[in-house]
C-alpha cells in the first residue's frame, strides 16, 4: 500500500511543478497582452450596446468573436467605450501608454459615464436632454434608468453602478472561462513540447523505486515549506502594489526558476534525440568544409502506442489546469495518510 502511495504523492509532485510552470506562463502572457484589461473593455462596451453579436460567414464570425475573446476589440465599434475611457476619472486610473486599467469602481464608472453622456455638465438638464432620443442602445439602456431616478442625478447613478455591477459579475465569468480554456492550451503544449507522458510517467515510476524515493523525499520538502509560505502569508499584509514592469520581471525571475525546478528532478520526460552521423570524407575537406547533420526527435523507449501517448499528454494538461496549490495540498493529505506528514506541534 505505502509503495502505491509513494508513486502517487512522486507523480503529483510532478503535476504540481507542471502547473506552476504552467500557471507561471499563462500570467506572463496575460500581463503582456493586459488581457483583464481588455476583458473588462469588452464588458463595458457590450453593456454600452456597441458590440452586437457578429454576422456573417461562419468562418468570419468564428475569427471576429475570436478575436474578442482574446480582447481585441474593434474600437471603430467601441466609439463610446473608447470616449468614456479617455474620461478623467477612469484615465488616470492605468499608467500612460495603451494598457487599460484591469478594474474601475462602480462609482467611477457611474460618474464618469454621466460627464460623458452630458460633456462634463454634470446637470439634471444636460443628462435629460442626452437621453431625450430613445432609439439608440445606450439611450434604451439608461432613458428608463432615469425616468424611474425622478430627476434624481445620484438615484440615477447608484441605478447605473446596480447595473454595472450585474455586468461585471458575468465579465469575471467571461475570464475565468478564458483563462481555463488559455491555460489547457498552454498546459497540452507544454505536455507535448517536454514529452510530458502521465501513463509513461507512471509505468517509469513502477521501475524505478529509487526514483520514487528521491521524489517523495523532494515532495516532504516543498510541502513543508508550501505549509510555512501559507503560514506566513495569514500573518503579513500583502496590500503593497507593485509597478507592472517590476511585477512582469518577477514572475519572468520566478518562471525560470520553476523551469529549472521541473528540468533538474531527472524525470522520464523529454524527448530522444539522436544526430545521424556524416559520411566522413577526406581530412582536407573536413578541414575546409563544414558538415551539417539533423537532429531527430522520437518518443522515449518505451512509447510505442502513441494512442496511449496523446492520452498521457492530454492528462498532463488537464492536471495541469488545477494549479499547484491543489497538488500540494492533495501531496500534504497524502503524507498524513502515508504516516510521515509534518509532525504536530
Do not use: C
Not at 484589461?37 to 453593456?47: K, N
Not at 507535448?192 to 517523495?216: A, R
Amino acid at each position: 500500500m505505502l509503495g502505491i502511495l509513494d508513486i502517487i504523492i512522486a507523480v503529483f509532485l510532478i503535476y504540481a511543478l507542471f502547473s506552476s510552470l504552467v500557471s507561471g506562463i499563462n500570467e506572463l502572457i496575460v500581463q503582456m497582452l493586459a488581457m483583464r484589461g481588455r476583458v473588462l473593455f469588452e464588458g463595458i462596451a457590450t453593456m454600452l450596446g456597441e458590440l452586437p453579436k457578429e454576422t456573417g460567414p461562419a468562418i468570419q464570425r468564428w475569427y471576429k468573436n475570436s478575436m474578442r475573446r482574446l480582447g481585441f476589440v474593434d474600437k471603430r465599434k467601441a466609439h463610446l467605450t473608447t470616449l468614456l475611457y479617455q474620461q478623467p476619472l477612469i484615465d488616470t486610473l492605468s499608467p500612460p501608454g495603451n494598457s487599460k486599467p484591469s478594474y474601475i469602481p462602480p462609482a467611477v464608472f457611474s460618474s464618469a459615464l454621466v460627464q460623458m453622456l452630458t460633456n462634463n455638465n454634470a446637470s439634471v438638464d444636460a443628462v435629460r436632454q442626452s437621453l431625450a432620443d430613445r432609439t439608440t442602445p445606450l439611450n434604451k439602456l439608461l432613458g428608463p434608468m432615469f425616468d424611474e431616478a425622478n430627476d434624481n442625478l445620484e438615484k440615477f447613478k447608484i441605478k447605473i453602478e446596480n447595473h454595472y455591477n450585474a455586468v461585471m459579475d458575468r465579465v469575471g465569468g467571461w475570464y475565468k472561462r478564458r483563462s481555463q480554456f488559455m491555460i489547457f492550451v498552454i498546459a497540452f503544449v507544454l505536455a507535448l513540447g517536454f514529452n510530458v507522458d502521465s501513463v509513461y510517467i507512471v509505468q517509469q515510476m513502477q521501475k524505478n523505486p529509487e526514483q520514487v524515493e528521491k521524489l517523495v523525499e523532494i515532495a516532504a520538502t516543498y510541502s513543508n515549506k508550501t505549509n510555512e509560505n501559507n503560514d506566513a502569508t495569514i500573518t503579513t499584509s500583502s496590500d503593497q502594489k507593485s509597478d507592472a514592469s517590476e511585477e512582469l520581471l518577477k514572475n519572468i525571475r520566478e518562471l525560470k526558476i520553476e523551469v529549472n525546478d521541473f528540468r533538474n528532478l531527472g524525470l522520464p520526460v523529454g524527448w530522444h534525440i539522436s544526430q545521424p552521423i556524416t559520411v566522413e570524407q577526406t581530412a582536407t575537406a573536413q578541414k575546409t568544409e563544414k558538415q551539417f547533420s539533423t537532429l531527430n526527435f522520437t518518443l522515449l523507449p518505451g512509447q510505442d502506442n502513441l494512442l496511449l501517448v496523446v492520452i498521457g499528454w492530454m492528462i498532463t494538461a488537464l492536471a495541469g489546469t488545477l494549479g499547484a496549490p491543489f497538488w500540494f495540498d492533495a501531496i500534504s493529505k497524502l503524507f498524513a495518510i502515508r504516516g510521515t506528514g509534518k509532525k504536530p506541534e
